[in-house]
């Protein structure tokens, strides 16, 4: 049995784990790929060790730095697109096993404690009963999950057609200085209306909204290896400082700190 077989079981152990690379050979492929539209059975825990994955979902788009966990619980219909990953690992649950955790997708911290407990189900055979010590190393691995605490990645997008334009222009050219009574206009919507729906439908104001699009784009050209000149320029910012310092207020890191942490 195949682990895109075993996704799409609800029985079977209810926790299975495994390890994967850019080798052809490799259970869970990986390297620069994109999954089309999808959803599972089972709910799926992914965590990247270099490179970056997008995934978007109806409710928007998260991303997925090396070191960081991505939820997509069971059902959620989703695509991926996967650049520069080299291995990285991951969990199946149940949908049973997946309750009391997140019902949207979201990104999590990974603390040292589940990456070793994730390390150590990898050996468990994946069509066989969990033994009583499995199933209390299982208890504590979601534990673990459950505590994890989740970090800002996300970008959510507005339902509405006329609206959604206006974020989809901001994705396209990032660098624009477009206001938004501009962006609104050339979406055929008055300010007035656009502002007060992008707010309910995206829970954020358009200047926050644009800043989060561009930290993720931001992340998006550091990891493929675009130099922090390049990615100032590509996003609209006056200067690679005034870039760094909005990627450090949001990060807590320089960008050359922060991917050479993420990405050792």
Not at 225 to 242: F, Q, R, T
Request: hydrophobic fraction near 45%; charge should be neutral.
């Amino acid at each position: 049995m195949d682990l895109e077989e075993i996704g799409e079981r609800s029985d079977g152990p209810p926790l299975i784990a495994f390890w994967g690379s850019d080798e052809p050979e490799s259970a869970f492929r990986l390297g620069t790929l994109e999954y089309d539209w999808h959803s599972h059975v089972r709910g799926q825990l992914f965590c990247i060790e270099s490179g970056l994955v997008t995934v978007r979902t109806p409710a928007g788009s998260w991303l997925l730095p090396p070191g960081r966990a991505g939820w997509i619980p069971p059902g959620v219909m989703h695509r991926a697109s996967i650049n520069g990953v080299l291995s990285g690992w991951g969990i199946l649950l149940t949908p049973a096993a997946s309750a009391g955790l997140p019902k949207s997708p979201c990104v999590l911290s990974v603390s040292d404690v589940l990456r070793a407990l994730v390390r150590r189900a990898t050996s468990w055979h994946w069509e066989d009963a969990l033994s009583a010590p499995q199933r209390r190393l299982a208890t504590v691995l979601l534990d673990e999950v459950r505590a994890a605490p989740t970090e800002s990645l996300h970008l959510p997008m507005p339902a509405d057609r006329r609206v959604l334009r206006i974020a989809e222009a901001v994705l396209r050219e990032p660098a624009s200085e477009d206001t938004f009574q501009v962006l609104a206009q050339k979406a055929g919507i008055s300010e007035r209306s656009a502002r007060r729906l992008f707010n309910a439908e995206t829970g954020m104001s358009f200047a926050n909204w644009r800043q989060q699009a561009r930290l993720m784009l931001a992340l998006e050209y550091l990891t493929s290896g675009s130099a922090i000149a390049e990615v100032a320029d590509n996003l609209g910012y006056a200067s690679a400082s005034s870039f760094i310092a909005m990627f450090k207020k949001a990060f807590g890191l320089s960008p050359r700190r922060y991917l050479s942490i993420r990405n050792p």
